[in-house]
């Protein structure tokens, strides 16, 4: 079946030591996004790509990168990770950017940080 | 902006009762209108859409109708199960914001046997 992967399901990292996770898909979609959702809250978009260009939103800290080497796959890395970035990290993919694109979710990193 | 805006929870019902989750939205424009449902510990599943003023989305029982008068997409379910017990997000895209999903803030719902 046609996915949106993302290992591992559960990432432990230490404050301050760089993380990476990880997401792929068989969709062959054109965008793939990255979204923090905390305890109770709704999630929040970090930041997309459309093939390779990369939009950021406005307010994602410096400290959340994304790299996307090919269609298939796409990173978000953590540069220094604080207590407030513990969250679930969930990565979603759509056709496009049209209005009636579904986005299509993945199951989810959730990150602790000690 | 844009922005979403639905019942907070938790939503506690009986096995079999009625269910309604209000949305309602402000929009610069004319967004898509999703709801999508998150089981605990898991990422989220799209539930239904509806794209233009009147149309309803269905599935699994649950319907929606995007309303632009009243600028709403009500959930609702006839009669609930145990296993619809979830967290319900609804949410709009429109081209001009890139498609990014905006999420109302999600009612958490609880159906008891």
């Known amino acids: 079946d046609a996915m949106v992967i993302q290992n591992p399901r559960y990432q432990v990292t230490q404050f301050g030591k760089p993380v990476t996770l990880s997401c792929s898909q068989t969709l062959n979609h054109n965008v793939m996004y990255w979204y923090q959702q905390k305890s109770s809250q709704a999630p929040k978009l970090l930041f997309h790509y459309y093939d390779k260009d990369f939009n950021n939103e406005a307010d994602t800290p410096d400290n959340f990168q994304s790299r996307r080497p090919n269609t298939s796959f796409c990173f978000l890395d953590i540069r220094s990770p604080g207590l407030g970035d513990a969250a679930m990290y969930l990565c979603?993919?759509?056709?496009?950017?049209?209005?009636?694109?579904?986005?299509?979710f993945g199951p989810g990193t959730r990150l602790l940080v000690l | 902006g844009n922005s979403v805006t639905q019942m907070e929870g938790p939503v506690t019902l009986s096995e079999e009762a009625f269910l309604t989750i209000n949305c309602t939205y402000t929009a610069t424009g004319y967004p898509s209108l999703f709801w999508y449902v998150q089981y605990p510990g898991e990422g989220l599943q799209l539930l239904l859409k509806?794209?233009?003023?009147?149309d309803k989305g269905s599935n699994k029982g649950f319907e929606a109708t995007y309303r632009k008068e009243t600028t709403s997409f009500h959930l609702e379910k006839g009669s609930v199960q145990v296993s619809d017990s979830a967290v319900y997000f609804c949410a709009l895209s429109l081209k001009a914001a890139g498609n990014k999903l905006t999420f109302g803030g999600g009612t958490r719902v609880l159906v008891k046997p």
């Open positions: 509806a794209t233009k003023a009147d």
């Open positions: 979603a993919t759509s056709r496009g950017t049209d209005k009636q694109e579904t986005q299509y």
